[in-house]
T-cell receptor, first 117, second 115 residues
Framework: AQKITQTQPGMFVQEKEAVTLDCTYD???????LFWYKQPSSGEMIFLIY??????QNATEGRYSLNFQKARKSANLVISASQLGDSAMYFC??????????????FGKGTSLLVTP | EAGVAQSPRYKIIEKRQSVAFWCNPI?????LYWYQQILGQGPKLLIQ????????DSQLPKDRFSAERLKGVDSTLKIQPAKLEDSAVYLC?????????????FGPGTRLTVL
């Protein structure tokens, strides 16, 4: 079963506008971590933001914020004041205990964001 | 602080040949991961090391893939023999530990093309 679902294959946003990238997840474990990564065309995965399952407040990092709705198992990324350099693939990922006592990182299929002038 | 280093950045080989990738994690990071990212998909974990021991290799195709981290620092991933479906980007990542909150930092990846 898919652990992380990103339903938007591609998104467009105009420069300086805000954009929300959707992510839903599936787990029965009470302890987990949610991450967002950015992957530009160069290929490197860049860490953006982290939300722990027990965190009471939504995480924020500069122009990035995570809209965490635990009951709905939703962890949407909000990018405020989009910039041309934000054009990239964005991946949502979840970390939970696996059967080998490690914390495997499960990725969604990603959303391609294009910021237009 | 230096990031995760990987080499080579690109590799083109013919099917049935062998290939090896190298990764140097961030200094002091105990946990090292190898991921495979096929075009159009998210990365998939191949193997996870804690220091020089394997924590999880359940998704590693062990008939052709092998990986080691002998001194608990650098790691190599080998494919022998390569198949066409091995064409992908191979990403190495490291984290200080392996708890739920520990962020994984990725290297630039090695893009493998198998002809």
């Amino acid at each position: 079963a898919q652990k992380i679902t990103q339903t938007q294959p591609g998104m467009f946003v105009q420069e300086k506008e805000a954009v929300t990238l959707d992510c839903t997840y599936d787990t029965s474990d009470p302890s987990y971590g949610l991450f967002w990564y950015k992957q530009p065309s160069s290929g490197e995965m860049i860490f953006l933001i982290y939300q722990g399952s027990y965190d009471q407040q939504n995480a924020t990092e500069g122009r990035y914020s995570l809209n965490f709705q635990k009951a709905r198992k939703s962890a949407n990324l909000v990018i405020s004041a989009s910039q041309l350099g934000d054009s990239a693939m964005y991946f949502c990922a979840m970390r939970e205990p696996n059967s080998n006592s490690g914390y495997a990182l499960n990725f969604g299929k990603g959303t391609s964001l294009l910021v237009t002038p | 602080e230096a990031g995760v280093a990987q080499s080579p950045r690109y590799k083109i080989i013919e099917k049935r040949q062998s290939v090896a990738f190298w990764c140097n994690p961030i200094s002091g990071h105990a946990t090292l991961y190898w991921y495979q990212q096929i075009l159009g998909q998210g990365p998939k974990l191949l193997i996870q090391f804690q220091n020089n021991g394997v924590v999880d290799d359940s998704q590693l195709p062990k008939d052709r893939f092998s990986a080691e981290r002998l001194k608990g620092v650098d790691s190599t991933l080998k494919i022998q023999p390569a198949k066409l479906e091995d064409s992908a980007v191979y990403l190495c990542a490291s984290s200080p530990r392996r708890g739920a909150a520990d962020t994984q930092y990725f290297g630039p990846g090695t893009r493998l093309t198998v002809l």
